[in-house]
C-alpha cells in the first residue's frame, strides 16, 4: 500500500530522465538584489527585549505555524500566528514551517537575540526547483534567500534544518526552553523532547511554562507602538473604502437569492485589493439576521425595506485588522421605528466615547453603554422592573437584547490580546497607546414574544475603532458616518 506521501504519484506525469533535469536547471538569470528592510523592523527589537525581560532565563520559540489542508492537496491560505508575526515583524503568507527564536544575549540578559529559522530558495539544479509542489519555486513562487531574510529582518537568519541544533545548545540549569504551544505540532514535540534530553521538567511545569509565554506573547500587545498604530489606520482607512464600495452596489444585493453574499464578496474583493484580506468572517446580516451576534452564514436576502447589519475588517499585510460595524437602511432612508432603536444605539456609543480616557477601567466603558441602554429600555416599557434594578448583578434583563460586551482589543487580532489576566484586561486602566472597539448594539429576534411587533426582527449595532490618547481617545473610524442623517447622506452620495 502506497504511504500517504506517494499517493499523488499516480497522476504524476513529470518527466524524470537526466537530459530533462539538465534542461530544466539551465538558462536561468540567477541575479539576485538586495532586499529593501522591513518597516517593522525598526520597532521588534524592543518587543523581543520586552519578551526577555518578562520571561528571563528562557529560550522562547514561536513557531510561524504549518499549512492546513482545505481538501486533498490543496491548503488553506497561510495566516502565521500572531504571537510569531508580532516579534517577527513578518506578515502575510511567505513562512509556512518557518520558526523565530529568541533569548536572553549572553552580554545583557536583558536584552533579546533573535534568529530565524526557515527554509531558504533552492537552487535551479534542486529537484525542489521543478518538482516540489509545497516548496518548489515553479509552484508557489521564489523564497528569498538567507542573505535577504536577514536585510528584510535585520537579524541572523539560518537553515531550518539547523533548528534543533540551536535549540538544544546550552540549555540546563541555566536556560531553560519553552514553546508557544497550539501552534506547530512537530516544534512543540521537538522542544519537550530536548527539555527531557536536558534535565527540564515535563508534564504540569513544562504546560505552566508555556501558558506563561502565551500570556506574555498577549499581554506585551495591549500597549501599541507608533508602527502599530500607523498600521491599524491604514487598516481601518482600507475597510472604510470597502464600506463605500458595498454602499455603492447595494441595490445589486436586493432581490437577488443570497443577497447577504453579494455583500460579503464585494467587501472580499477590497479587502484582498487592498490588503491580505479580511481579519475575520465578513458579517452580512439583513433583517433578523442582524440578531444573530456571529452570522457568517451570509446566505439569505436583502430586502428593500430592512437594515442590514455589515461588520467587517480588512487585515493589511502586516496583518494588523480593522473591526468596524455600520448598520445601514437598504432603501437609503431610516424608517422611524429603525431611526428609534438607531439612535438609542448610538446614544448608549456616544456615552462610552464620553467616558474613554486614560485611567477609566476598561469595563467601565460597557458600563456606561449598559446605563443609557437599560435606561432606554425601560423608558419602552420593556423591562420587569426600573433601570436601576436592572443594571444591578441581580437583573441585568436589559441584557436580553445586548448579550455581548462593549467593547475588545483589537490589533493583530480581530480580539487581540485574548489570553491576558483579567486585571491586564477588563479590570486595567486605559493608557495611551491602547486599541479597541466601542460597540454597543440591540437585537430584536423576530420571534421575541417580550417586545412589540413593531420591533422584531430589526438588529443594530455601530461599532468604532479606538485609539487611546495622552488626554482622551481618538475615533480611528470617525470617516465612517455615524449619525442617523449622515448615514443617510453617506448612502445617497455614495449612489449617485
Request: one cysteine or more; a negative charge; aromatic letters at 8%.
Amino acid at each position: 500500500m502506497k504511504d500517504l506521501a506517494s499517493r499523488g504519484d499516480s497522476r504524476s506525469q513529470r518527466p524524470h530522465n537526466a537530459a530533462f533535469r539538465e534542461f530544466i536547471s539551465s538558462g536561468w538569470d540567477e541575479t539576485v538584489p538586495d532586499a529593501a528592510r522591513l518597516e517593522s523592523a525598526d520597532a521588534t527589537p524592543a518587543r523581543r527585549d520586552a519578551l526577555v525581560r518578562r520571561l528571563p532565563g528562557t529560550r522562547l520559540v514561536l513557531p510561524a505555524g504549518v499549512l492546513k489542508v482545505r481538501s486533498n492537496d490543496t491548503d488553506y491560505p497561510f495566516r502565521p500566528d500572531t504571537a510569531f508575526a508580532y516579534f517577527s515583524g513578518l506578515g502575510t503568507d511567505e513562512e509556512p514551517d518557518s520558526v523565530l527564536v529568541v533569548e536572553p544575549s549572553a552580554e545583557d540578559s536583558e536584552t533579546a537575540e533573535a534568529t530565524y529559522f526557515f527554509r531558504p530558495r533552492a537552487g535551479f539544479d534542486t529537484d525542489e526547483f521543478y518538482a516540489d509542489s509545497r516548496y518548489g519555486e515553479m509552484w508557489v513562487g521564489r523564497r528569498p534567500t538567507l542573505v535577504e531574510a536577514s536585510q528584510r529582518l535585520g537579524i541572523e537568519v539560518r537553515h531550518i534544518e539547523e533548528l534543533r541544533d540551536h535549540l538544544a545548545k546550552d540549555v540546563g540549569a541555566q536556560l531553560s526552553l519553552s514553546v508557544m504551544p497550539g501552534v506547530d505540532a512537530a516544534v512543540e514535540s521537538m522542544v519537550q523532547e530536548i527539555r527531557g534530553q536536558n534535565g527540564l521538567p515535563g508534564g504540569d511545569e513544562a504546560v505552566t511554562e508555556m501558558a506563561a509565554f502565551k500570556e506574555a506573547a498577549s499581554e506585551l500587545r495591549l500597549i501599541k507602538d507608533e508602527y502599530e498604530i500607523g498600521q491599524m489606520q491604514k487598516a481601518v482607512d482600507a475597510t472604510l473604502r470597502g464600506f463605500e464600495d458595498v454602499i455603492r452596489r447595494l441595490p445589486e444585493a436586493v432581490g437577488h437569492p443570497r443577497g447577504e453574499r453579494v455583500i460579503e464578496g464585494v467587501f472580499a474583493a477590497a479587502a484582498r485589493a487592498d490588503g491580505n484580506g479580511v481579519g475575520y468572517d465578513t458579517i452580512a446580516a439583513a433583517g433578523d439576521h442582524a440578531c444573530t451576534l456571529h452570522w457568517t452564514r451570509n446566505h439569505g436576502v436583502v430586502r428593500g425595506d430592512e437594515l442590514v447589519l455589515i461588520d467587517a475588517g480588512v487585515e493589511v499585510d502586516s496583518l494588523y485588522t480593522a473591526d468596524i460595524t455600520r448598520t445601514l437602511p437598504v432603501a437609503g432612508t431610516f424608517s422611524p421605528v429603525q431611526r428609534k432603536i438607531y439612535d438609542a444605539v448610538l446614544a448608549a456609543s456616544d456615552a462610552a466615547f464620553a467616558v474613554a480616557r486614560p485611567g477609566l477601567r476598561f469595563r467601565e466603558l460597557h458600563a456606561a453603554a449598559m446605563e443609557v441602554l437599560a435606561h432606554t429600555l425601560e423608558e419602552w416599557g420593556l423591562l420587569p422592573g426600573t433601570a436601576e434594578e436592572s443594571l444591578s448583578p441581580e437583573g441585568q434583563w436589559h441584557r436580553r437584547w445586548m448579550p455581548h460586551g462593549t467593547s475588545h482589543h483589537l490589533g493583530m487580532d480581530v480580539h487581540d490580546c485574548a489570553q491576558a489576566r483579567r486585571e491586564m484586561y477588563l479590570d486595567a486602566e486605559l493608557e495611551p497607546g491602547m486599541v479597541f472597539t466601542i460597540e454597543p448594539g440591540l437585537y430584536f429576534k423576530e420571534n421575541d414574544l417580550l417586545v412589540p411587533e413593531e420591533l422584531r426582527g430589526i438588529g443594530v449595532r455601530i461599532e468604532d475603532d479606538v485609539l487611546v490618547t495622552a488626554d482622551g481617545v481618538r475615533n480611528l473610524s470617525a470617516a465612517a458616518p455615524r449619525g442617523a442623517d449622515e448615514v443617510e447622506r453617506w448612502i445617497a452620495e455614495l449612489r449617485q
